[in-house]
């Protein structure tokens, strides 16, 4: 579903991402980690160019996102779902507000938009929380709207940037167990970019080990987390154990 050939991106003269190379298959389960600043959040960035690579191509589904005019690309975005760290929903709004709003915006009339957007809160467990505003929902609740969000345009491919780093650990597990039931029972194509090491191990089709930019070790977490062959994997290894 989609290849990532020979991306490259430099911040000045710091070299971010480097030589990146990944197929993702249809139905996969990709979970990419490393250390801090290795250039997780820049690749993952680039998929949807809310970051431009200095170079690479990135092929969903045969066509290149990188060579995209702005028309083509905006309707690519709607195929990629993206959930960040921070859920940034409007506050005045209501749950159901807030998944409706994009929806709305890109010309889903707003009957439609609705049933849309409850359908995806349903699936991320908010059913009896449709008109609760961000204040009256819990960190893990908030982040599962920011999930439901991204479902409403049922996405082709599901992008995670540490969707549970800014969470207290008691509200993390609610939104695992959500992320963990649309990769095993909902089969969507998920790159994850997290700390969890449960999850990752439990989840993940293929384990991603960047370091400094690069990509070092692939493969699935029994022989990732068993017997790496990186630094970065055997210092994973380590954690387990
Ligand atoms: P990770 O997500 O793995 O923590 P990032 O992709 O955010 O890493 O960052 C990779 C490197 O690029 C880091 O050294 C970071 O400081 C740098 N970087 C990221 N974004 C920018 C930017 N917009 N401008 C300058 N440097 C950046
Ligand atoms: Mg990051």
Known sequence: ML??????KQFGSLVA?????????TGETVVLMGPSGCGKSTAIRTINRLIEPDRGSIMLNDSNIIAMEPDELRQARKRIGFVFQHFNLIGRLSALENVMLGLVMSGVERKNAESRAADSL????????????????SGGQQQRVGIARALAYEPELMLWDEPTASL???????VLVVMEELARFRSSTMIVVTHELPFALRVADRIVLMDHGRIVEEGKPSQVFVSPISDIGKRYKELIE
């Open 3 to 8: 290849v990532i050939q020979d991306l490259y």
């Open 168 to 174: 207290d650990p008691i509200l993390v597990r609610e």
């Open 17 to 25: 991402v480097n030589e990146f190379n990944l197929r993702v298959e």
């Open 122 to 137: 349903c699936k991320v467990g908010l059913d009896n929380h449709l008109d609760h505003k961000p204040d009256q929902l």
